[in-house]
């Protein structure tokens, strides 16, 4: 089948429309029923026209704010569907987004055999086709699975892969500095299971700084709480020496902010986390 950029890329008015009620529902001006109804909306004129990108980018999105409310079921619904629309019009940067996605639902679902599994192929489809900054982020998911799962060498290695991939991005794929603030966030978790408070203070500090730099609510919330995870295992001499400004010593302040954050970026399944680690 031959296509062209037009047919395997959504169309440019298409996708800012689609945006548009999915920035609007996460600045809550939007509420979750109605970006539902606009979405759904926008899916029935792709289908109509016989546009499968456009199609698929509805799917993805959809898949995206189910995931966020803790739908997995029906996130991974839309995922698949975005996945087989991208496979038909051979978008496999998207392909291999939606594998990746399909993993990551699939490890917030505790199935971590088969989001492993999801996640290499991911990484697989994004080696073939040297797509480096979707190979990264698949490894640092793989990662950070392996670090839920308490495999914190095997963790160790692919989270330190990412980092060297991190280095191969070109010039197609825009600096994301929240794929490091991900990294940096596994390694201060693995670290902190070391007993080496040190290096996992560096590592949480590095992730809250690239998640701010990313300005991205999910991001931010994680690397706080990573930040309150480390600071509280810090005995008060460590804490002393690190109180600052823009690092202060009192855990409680890291975890207020990454639940005020996973708030704001509607990541139910993150938020309760964060709330039992500060429980």
């Known amino acids: 089948m031959v296509t062209t950029q037009a047919e395997t890329e959504p169309g440019a008015e298409f996708e800012a429309a689609c945006l548009k009620a999915y920035t609007l529902w996460q600045t809550s001006d ?47 619904m839309h995922f ?27 490890r917030y679902k505790g199935d971590y055999n088969r989001a492993r599994q999801l996640f290499r192929k991911a990484y697989e ?3 073939k086709n040297s797509i480096f900054d979707l190979q990264t982020m698949a490894i640092t998911n793989e990662g950070l699975m392996l670090v839920s799962m308490e495999r914190y060498e095997a963790a ?3 989270l330190e892969e990412a980092r060297a991939l991190y280095e191969r991005w070109t010039e197609k794929e825009p600096r994301r500095p929240g794929v490091l603030a991900e990294i940096y966030y596994g390694l201060s978790v693995i670290y902190l299971q070391r007993a080496e408070t040190d290096t996992a203070w560096e590592y949480a500090r590095q992730s809250l700084l690239h998640a701010r730099e990313s300005g991205e609510a999910l991001f931010i919330g994680i690397a706080q709480r990573g930040m309150g995870d480390v600071v509280t295992a810090l005995d008060s001499p460590a804490r ?36 039992l680690a500060h429980g």
């Not at 199609?55 to 993805?60: A, F, I, K, L, P």
């Not at 698949?80 to 699939?106: F, P, S």
């Open 30 to 76: 939007l509420s979750f029923r109605k970006a539902l109804e606009q979405l759904a909306a926008l899916g029935q004129q792709a289908l109509e026209s016989g546009h499968l990108a456009n199609q698929g980018r509805v799917e993805h999105l959809l898949g995206n704010m189910q995931g966020r409310r803790g739908n997995f079921n029906a996130s991974l």
């Open 80 to 106: 698949q569907r975005a996945r087989d629309l991208y496979q038909q019009v051979e978008n496999w940067w998207r392909v291999a987004a939606m594998e990746h996605n399909i993993g990551e639902t699939y």
């Open 125 to 127: 489809i994004a080696g």
């Open 156 to 158: 160790r290695t692919a």
């Open 240 to 275: 002393s020496a690190i109180e600052d400004e823009a690092f202060p010593a009192d855990p409680d302040i890291y975890y207020h902010e990454a639940i005020t954050r996973l708030r704001e970026a509607k990541a139910e399944a993150e938020l309760a986390r964060t709330l």
